[in-house]
């Protein structure tokens, strides 16, 4: 994982290519190109990047767009109860449960292995605090299925990469 992350946050979240994404506002937040898995070698696009950036007809979004996998967006299907607070709650958390993914190897996505509830819909990882209060919830609702297989998740983090981070990205892990 380490030898992965020094290659994905070369590309992904440090570096010149990071910077002049990030700074020339290729998309609308900061979070979708970290996110973004490179569809070939780090190296090589950075490569490419070096290259063909101070060309004058280089257009550095599809530069991204031809070299980089944007993250999916999550449907947001489902029927919400906002007949009452607890319905409400209850009825999101199918929505925001996500299937455990099996990440490319240049992906910022740690791995898990089992099920678990992201705090928002555009998001596909689950965050530390927000997967407690979530788990504090499941439990008050009899949830503990769900619960289990986020406990289980951290754990197997903190196995892998040493600690919990704030997220399920190896940008967090840093």
């Given at each position: 994982?380490?030898?992965?992350?020094?290659?994905?946050?070369?590309?992904?979240?440090?570096?010149?290519?990071?910077?002049?994404?990030?700074?020339?506002?290729?998309?609308?937040?900061?979070?979708?190109?970290?996110?973004?898995?490179?569809?070939?070698?780090?190296e090589l696009i950075l490569k490419d990047y070096q290259s063909k950036k101070d060309d004058p007809d280089?257009?550095?979004?599809?530069?991204?767009?031809?070299?980089?996998?944007?993250?999916?967006?999550?449907?947001?299907?489902?029927?919400?109860?906002?007949?009452?607070?607890?319905?409400?709650?209850?009825?999101?958390?199918?929505?925001?449960?996500?299937?455990p993914k099996y990440p490319h190897p240049w992906s910022?996505?740690?791995?898990?292995?089992?099920?678990?509830?992201?705090?928002?819909?555009?998001?596909?990882?689950?965050?530390?605090?927000?997967?407690?209060?979530?788990?504090?919830?499941?439990?008050?609702?009899?949830?503990?299925?769900?619960?289990?297989?986020?406990?289980?998740?951290?754990?197997?983090?903190?196995?892998?990469?040493?600690?919990?981070?704030?997220?399920?990205?190896?940008?967090?892990?840093?």
């Open positions: 994982l380490l030898l992965l992350l020094n290659v994905v946050q070369m590309i992904q979240t440090g570096g010149e290519l990071f910077e002049a994404v990030q700074l020339s506002r290729v998309f609308k937040d900061g979070k979708t190109f970290v996110d973004s898995t490179p569809k070939r070698e780090p280089f257009d550095l979004k599809n530069f991204v767009l031809d070299n980089f996998y944007l993250p999916a967006d999550p449907s947001h299907g489902g029927e919400i109860d906002n007949s009452t607070m607890d319905n409400y709650i209850s009825s999101l958390w199918p929505i925001l449960t996500r299937k910022t996505l740690i791995q898990v292995y089992n099920d678990y509830v992201v705090p928002g819909g555009r998001f596909g990882e689950f965050y530390y605090w927000d997967t407690y209060f979530t788990c504090l919830g499941m439990a008050r609702k009899g949830q503990y299925e769900m619960l289990v297989n986020m406990v289980k998740n951290f754990v197997y983090i903190q196995d892998k990469v040493g600690l919990i981070p704030n997220g399920a990205r190896t940008y967090f892990a840093s």
